[in-house]
C-alpha cells in the first residue's frame, strides 16, 4: 500500500477511535440527542461543502426513502445511543464494543443477503466474537466501572450500525451511487430527523455549562471523526480496496483504550483488552483474514512412491503460482494443491 494510503489509515482510525473520548466530554454540556444533532449537522456541512467543491450531486429522489431508512439505523440511533450508554459507562468501552460492528454485520448480512451464505468459518467467528463481546461488557462487576445499562446501550449502537450496512448494502448499493453523494444526503437526512426528535421530546435548553471543552469536542466529533473521516474512507476504498479499508475496524479499539486512558484518565482493566482482542480475532477469523490450519494429504508409503513423470493435466482449485518446468513431481504438486488460501473479506463498515 502507498505510503499516502498509510497515512490516511492511520488517520481513520485515529479519528474513530477517538470519537468516543469527544462524546464523553461534549456529554458535559450536551444531552445525547442535542449531541447527535450537532455531530450531524457539523458533518452534514463538512461532507455537503466537499461534495459541492468535488461537483458532486445528491441522490435521485427516488432513493431517498431508502437513504431515510439507512440514516435512521446508521447515524440517529447509533450516534444518540453511544451518547447515552457513555452517560453511563467509560468511552473505552463504547469504543471496544464499536469493535464488534464488523462481526455484526457479517452474521446479519448471512441472514439477509442471499449471496451472503453462513459458513463455518464465520459462524465460528461470530460465537468467538459473541464470548469476547460478553468479556468486554463484564457482567459480573459490581463495583461501579460502569453500568450493564450503559454498556447494552453501546451494544444496541453496534447492531443499529451493522443494520445500516446491510440495508445500505441490499437496497442502495444496487443504484451504483457515488459513496460520497450518499453519505451526504443520510447525513442530511438523519440531521433533519434527529433535530425534529430533540424538538418534540427534549428540546434545546442545555443540561449543562456551554464552556470551550464540550464545544470544541462537538466541532471535531462533527467535522473531523463524522465528516471527513467517511471522505477518508471512501477514499481509501478507492485507492487500497474494500478489503484493506476494512481492516481499519482492528485499530479503532486500540486508540479509544489508548485515549480513554491517557487523555480521561479511564481506568483499564483486565477483561477489557482481553475480550477486545478475542473480538477482533474473531473479526478476523470470520473475514478470512486469519487463516484456518491447512489440511496436508499424508504422505504414501515408499512402496507406493512413482518416479516423476510429465503431467499434462492442469492443476484445479487454488494453487500456488509454479515455475514452469517440463517435469513435475506428482508428490510435489499434492502438497501444493491441498494448500488453501485466505479468503477475501467484505468490507464490513
Known amino acids: 500500500m502507498h505510503p499516502v494510503n498509510w497515512a490516511r489509515f492511520g488517520l481513520l482510525a485515529a479519528l474513530w477511535g477517538c470519537s468516543f473520548a469527544f462524546i464523553k466530554v461534549s456529554l458535559d454540556a450536551f444531552a ?8 450531524l449537522l457539523v458533518g452534514a456541512l463538512v461532507v455537503g461543502l466537499i ?33 447515552v450508554g457513555e452517560q453511563h459507562t467509560t468511552a473505552t468501552i463504547a469504543g471496544v464494543i ?21 459458513t463455518a468459518r464465520k459462524v465460528t467467528g461470530l460465537v468467538i466474537g459473541f464470548v469476547g463481546l460478553i468479556v468486554v461488557v463484564g457482567p459480573w462487576r459490581t463495583d461501579g466501572f460502569g453500568s450493564i445499562g450503559g454498556q447494552l446501550a453501546c451494544v444496541g449502537a453496534a447492531v443499529s450500525y451493522a443494520i445500516s450496512f446491510v440495508y ?38 442545555l443540561p449543562g455549562e ?17 465528516g471527513i473521516a467517511f471522505v477518508l474512507m471512501n ?8 478489503t484493506t479499508a476494512s481492516g481499519v475496524n482492528y485499530l479503532v479499539p486500540v486508540f ?59 492443476p484445479t482449485g487454488p494453487v500456488d503460482p509454479i515455475e514452469p518446468t517440463n517435469r513435475v513431481d506428482r508428490t510435489d504438486r499434492t502438497d501444493r494443491t491441498d494448500r488453501t488460501q485466505p479468503v477475501a473479506a467484505q468490507e464490513a463498515c
Open 32 to 39: 445525547p440527542l442535542q449531541l447527535a444533532f450537532g455531530r
Open 51 to 83: 461534495l459541492a467543491v468535488t461537483k458532486g450531486a445528491f441522490p435521485d429522489r427516488a432513493v431517498w426513502g431508502h437513504i431515510a431508512v439507512a440514516s435512521v439505523f446508521g447515524n440517529v440511533v447509533p450516534f444518540t445511543l453511544f451518547a
Open 98 to 118: 464499536q469493535g464488534a460492528t464488523p462481526l455484526v454485520t457479517l452474521g446479519l448480512a448471512a441472514l439477509a443477503i442471499r449471496t451472503e451464505k453462513p
Open 168 to 205: 445500505l448494502r441490499r437496497f442502495i448499493s444496487p443504484y451504483k451511487i457515488p459513496a460520497l453523494s450518499v453519505t451526504a444526503a443520510q447525513l442530511t437526512s438523519a440531521m433533519v430527523i434527529t433535530g425534529l426528535i430533540t424538538t418534540f421530546s427534549i428540546g434545546w435548553d
Open 210 to 226: 456551554l464552556t470551550a471543552g464540550p464545544l470544541l469536542s462537538l466541532l471535531v466529533l462533527g467535522g473531523a471523526s463524522t
Open 235 to 242: 477514499r481509501l476504498i478507492a485507492d487500497a480496496g474494500p
Open 256 to 314: 479509544s483504550v489508548i485515549v480513554g486512558a491517557a487523555a480521561l484518565g479511564e481506568s483499564v482493566t483486565w477483561n477489557v483488552p482481553v475480550g477486545g482482542a478475542v473480538v477482533i480475532a474473531a473479526l478476523a477469523l470470520a473475514e478470512g483474514r486469519l487463516p484456518l490450519p491447512a489440511r496436508r494429504a499424508a504422505e504414501p508409503p515408499a512402496a507406493a512412491q512413482v518416479p516423476p513423470v510429465p503431467d499434462p493435466a492442469a
